[in-house]
């Protein structure tokens, strides 16, 4: 297995737990070039590689990263998920550490929870889209917070989570 940014992103489709609407929405504004997709690849010889789970994030200026999706393939034992997309959401808080991150101390061991990308998803697909993507963030103990008066434009009427390590 290898921790790597996506670059074969389309093999996603259809094989993630329910997640891939955010991927698809980040594939499409290059979030692969500029490695705001992280996966967890199976390879085997003589086999193509095979996404084990996936992260979706975004970085805004000097505040906290976000997560916007995480998820494991169905064809894995569930605990076995969980653990690859702990070692998602490490490796992310680690990027976050890092001196170069576009990221102010004070948020270098927060992350945050968006449901922002999934206004993108069809429209009779979103209701359960935002269902699978909070149960998602509930489990990986995300917790809800409002945003300040003045938050950005995209955080109106999307669930906002927020965990601090």
Do not use: C
Not at 13 to 34: F, Q
Not at 69 to 76: A, F, R
């Amino acid at each position: 297995m290898s921790l790597q940014p996506l670059d074969v992103g389309r093999q996603l489709e259809g094989r993630l737990h329910r997640a891939p609407g955010s991927v698809t929405d980040r594939l499409r504004n290059g979030g692969d070039d500029k490695g705001r997709v992280l996966a967890i690849w199976q390879e085997l010889p003589g086999a193509a590689p095979v996404p084990l789970a996936v992260l979706t994030w975004h970085a805004h200026g000097t505040g906290p990263l976000y997560v916007f999706d995480l998820g494991h393939t169905n064809v894995i034992d569930s605990a076995v998920g969980r653990r690859l997309t702990m070692i998602l959401l490490d490796a992310l808080l680690q990027a976050a550490a890092r001196p170069d991150a576009p990221v102010g101390a004070e948020w270098r061991r927060h992350l945050r929870w968006s449901q922002a990308p999934l206004a993108h998803a069809p429209h009779r697909l979103r209701g359960r889209y935002r269902r699978e993507n909070l149960r998602r963030a509930l489990a990986h103990s995300f917790t809800a917070y409002a945003p300040p008066p003045m938050a950005a434009r995209w955080t109106k009427g999307a669930w906002l989570g927020e965990r601090r390590f």
